[in-house]
């Protein structure tokens, strides 16, 4: 089965670290996105091609891709990265085409 | 900047058909892929279907292949999603993105435009 797996929740302290896994069931390697979703807003890429930060992203905000385990990790976390964090891949070849995790809910105690 | 703004959403009978338009501007149209991303309430997001730039490549997810048509319109800058045959279950507010087509992500995205199925 072609299938990303998320962790539902993790949850920090301002000012701590997060990591969130999406763990990859799906045959070759693959590049791997991410993007934060606020209640009620559209999502936003944050991290692209395993560990690229599109422009106006914070550096505290970093993602790696080893094995078949993708990390986002959030440093010195904020209130305001309470947020659902989705992971995404492209499943070249396979159905379907592109592939969301089930999402992360971020909570910031 | 770049701009995608949905419209066209609302609420249809189950078996209706309802076509969606996403407007964009602040980007050379042509040269990018876009797509539509669906979430249904309280669930995570889902994709839908991508078009390439010169719309000769067009994929579908197979929840919808063979109801839903993608199409762009190069005079008006936009893409457009035709749902046939609609279901309680395409229920969802739907997403207009950018994608990009060398590491396949969504750069971009419209603020979303909720398509209600229901009886």
């Known amino acids: 089965s072609n299938v990303l797996t998320q962790p539902p929740s993790v949850s920090v302290a301002p000012g701590g670290s997060a990591t969130i896994t999406c763990v990859i069931d799906i045959v070759g390697g693959k590049s791997v996105h991410w993007y934060q979703q606020k209640p009620g807003q559209a999502p936003l890429l944050v991290m692209y091609y395993d560990s690229d930060r599109p422009s106006g992203i914070p550096e505290r905000f970093s993602g790696s891709n080893s094995g078949n385990t993708a990390t986002l990790t959030i440093r010195r976390v904020e209130a305001g990265d309470e947020a659902d964090y989705y992971c995404q891949v492209r499943n070249y070849g396979g159905d379907p085409d592109v592939i969301f995790g089930g999402g992360t809910k971020l909570t910031v105690l | 900047q770049v701009q995608l703004v949905e419209s066209g959403g609302g609420p249809v009978n189950p078996g209706g058909s309802l076509r969606l338009s996403c407007a964009t501007s602040?980007?050379?149209?042509?040269?990018?892929?876009m797509g539509w991303v669906r979430q249904a309430p309280g669930k995570g997001l889902e994709w839908v279907s991508y078009?390439?730039?010169?719309?000769?490549?067009?994929y579908y997810s197979s929840s919808v292949r063979g109801r839903f048509t993608i199409s762009r319109d190069y005079g008006r800058n936009s893409v457009d999603l035709q749902m046939s045959s609609l279901r309680a279950e395409d229920t969802a507010v739907y997403f207009c993105?950018?994608?990009?087509?060398?590491?396949?992500?969504?750069?971009?995205w419209g603020q979303g435009a909720q398509v209600t199925v229901s009886s």
């Open positions: 602040g980007f050379a149209f042509r040269d990018f892929y």
């Open positions: 078009i390439s730039g010169s719309s000769v490549d067009k």
């Open positions: 993105a950018r994608l990009r087509a060398n590491y396949y992500y969504f750069d971009y």
